[in-house]
């Protein structure tokens, strides 16, 4: 009795969290009636395409198309979770294996960073950018999104470094491996998974942020696609059919990079937590 009323409240709470998801793709498949009518249906009555083929084929601003800004996306987001994993990954090594001055306070500074409000640092992230030369480009998104995910990441993988044992190291190098050889051939595998979880964190925060996309640049051609959906909002109406079609396209690649990792996204998550 306990085990099935654990598993009906597991459903519950699936359908709770996909239910969103299934509104946001069936109104994608609704034509503007439908939508718009004063009883909406669950399923769609008469499913359509249009409005996909609105936003692929449409410019949403003139000369910029929505594969654009979704390419300026997938280019943020890629670099952010490439740069992100090298740089934490040689940090989390050297914090996890070597001890030097201020290490503790170096640690404890990786989770005062992670209570301040994103908010308040627009306007000195923005000064710094402008000082730099990078205002209006996409390395400014670049940067300032690696900044953001480098604490979180290092801080896991050191979890994951700490657990492999040294033995292994020392092994390796009594065999005659080189350090650049251990470190490919015995830490890097077996710290893989925690490398998978951190750069889901990187590519979310990458690929969702509104507020520096918006700040940072203003050539519309360089927008991502968070600005992007911005431009469906009129003043006076909204055009919820393009909406929902744009969120459904912006939401696939974050589902299916959760379909291909899931299995090792969880089992990082736990060996993470194991010791550190």
């Known amino acids: 009795m306990k085990k099935f009323a654990l598993n009906g409240a597991g459903l519950l709470v699936a359908l709770f969290a996909a239910f969103p998801v299934y509104w946001m793709i069936a109104t994608s ?40 800004f979704f390419l300026n996306s997938a280019l943020v987001a890629l670099a952010t979770v490439l740069l992100s994993g090298l ?25 005062v960073v992670q209570m301040i409000p994103l908010e308040a640092l627009v306007i000195p992230l923005f000064l710094m950018i402008q000082r730099l030369g990078l205002y209006n480009t996409l390395p400014s998104l670049i940067l300032t999104y690696l900044g953001f995910s480098l604490p979180f990441a290092v ?27 251990t470190f490919r051939r015995i830490l890097f595998p077996l710290v893989a998974p925690g490398l998978v979880a951190t750069s889901i964190f990187s590519f979310i925060t990458a690929w969702n942020e509104l507020i520096f996309a918006l700040t940072f640049v203003n050539d519309q051609d360089k927008y991502t696609l968070p600005v992007a959906m911005t431009f469906f909002f009129g003043r ?25 990792v899931q299995r090792r996204m969880v089992s990082g998550l736990v060996a993470g937590a194991v010791k550190g």
């Open 29 to 68: 498949l609704k034509p503007n009636r439908e939508i718009f009518s004063a009883t909406p249906r669950p399923v769609p009555a008469e499913p359509t395409l249009e409005h996909y083929r609105e936003i692929l084929t449409g410019n949403l601003i003139p000369g910029v198309t929505f594969a654009d």
């Open 87 to 111: 740089v934490a990954l040689l940090a989390a090594t050297a914090v996890a294996r070597f001890r030097f001055r201020l290490r503790t306070t170096f640690l404890i500074l990786l989770l």
């Open 155 to 181: 801080w896991m993988l050191r979890g994951f470094v700490a657990a492999v044992p040294k033995e292994l190291e020392e092994a390796a190098a009594i065999d005659g491996a080189s350090r650049a050889q």
């Open 236 to 260: 006076d109406d909204t055009a919820w059919g393009s909406v929902m079609a744009a969120s459904t396209l912006f939401t696939l690649p974050v589902i299916v990079f959760f379909l291909l």
